[in-house]
Antibody
Framework: QVQLKESGPGLVQPSQTLSLTCTVS????????VHWVRQHSGKSLEWMGR???????SYNSAFTSRLSISRDTSKSQVFLKMNSLQTEDTGTYYC?????????WGQGVMVTVSS | DIQMTQSPSSMSASLGDRVTITCRAS??????LSWFQQKPGKSPRRMIY???NLAAGVPSRFSGSRSGSDYSLTISSLESEDMAIYYC?????????FGAGTKLELK
């Protein structure tokens, strides 16, 4: 069945780089897009970007040039890298396949930015 | 960016009540509107896509509608398992943007 699972460090120091991995199973990254969505604690959801099935990417301009999404199709993994982290980047990060009529989400990974 | 203004921010209702949540888009988004449900400690789950289409496995008491730039999610007869936070999402233009959420509680 379709599954997505995020992994990465739970704690990142301010000004450092966040690296997250979304490992998918049950489908091919060359057939479906994967999105990254984050949620500040107790707050709404924020769309960050998308890895298209053809390898192209789309980003939320709010993250300007500090966000990068890439993939390794042989490992069925999508990567998120975001630099210059600040405390405001603390939250839960999700990867998701937002297809219709089924959508699939990972369980999320909690990231705290703190020294 | 397209702003999605969601109302109310919270509401309490009784079991069996009819409940409606609304999102207003700042620009034309056609029918590129989804509704998501999120329960505490869980990932979001899409309930409605294309403004009016029920997502797979979603109970038929949920429905979506559109009137101009106003989009609504209606639960025809509230059940205890529907207590959650609901978000709208526009997906016609990047960046995709979510509403601020509506917390639905039991009265």
């Amino acid at each position: 069945q379709v599954q997505l699972k995020e992994s990465g460090p739970g704690l990142v120091q301010p000004s450092q780089t966040l690296s997250l991995t979304c490992t998918v199973s049950g489908f091919s990254l060359t057939s479906y897009s994967v999105h990254w969505v984050r949620q500040h604690s107790g707050k709404s959801l924020e769309w960050m970007g998308r890895m298209w099935s053809d390898g192209d990417t789309s980003y939320n301009s709010a993250f300007t040039s500090r966000l990068s999404i890439s993939r390794d199709t042989s490992k069925s993994q999508v990567f998120l890298k975001m630099n210059s982290l600040q405390t405001e980047d603390t939250g839960t990060y999700y990867c998701a396949r937002l297809t219709t009529p089924f959508d699939y989400w990972g369980q999320g990974v909690m990231v705290t930015v703190s020294s | 960016d397209i702003q999605m203004t969601q109302s109310p921010s919270s509401m309490s209702a009784s079991l069996g009540d009819r409940v409606t949540i609304t999102c207003r888009a700042s620009q034309d988004i056609g029918n590129y509107l989804s509704w998501f449900q999120q329960k505490p400690g869980k990932s979001p789950r899409r309930m409605i896509y294309g403004a009016t289409n029920l997502a797979a496995g979603v109970p038929s008491r949920f429905s979506g509608s559109r009137s101009g730039s106003d989009y609504s999610l209606t639960i025809s007869s509230l059940e205890s398992e529907d207590m959650a936070i609901y978000y709208c999402l526009q997906s016609i233009q990047y960046p995709y943007t979510f509403g601020a959420g509506t917390k639905l509680e039991l009265k």
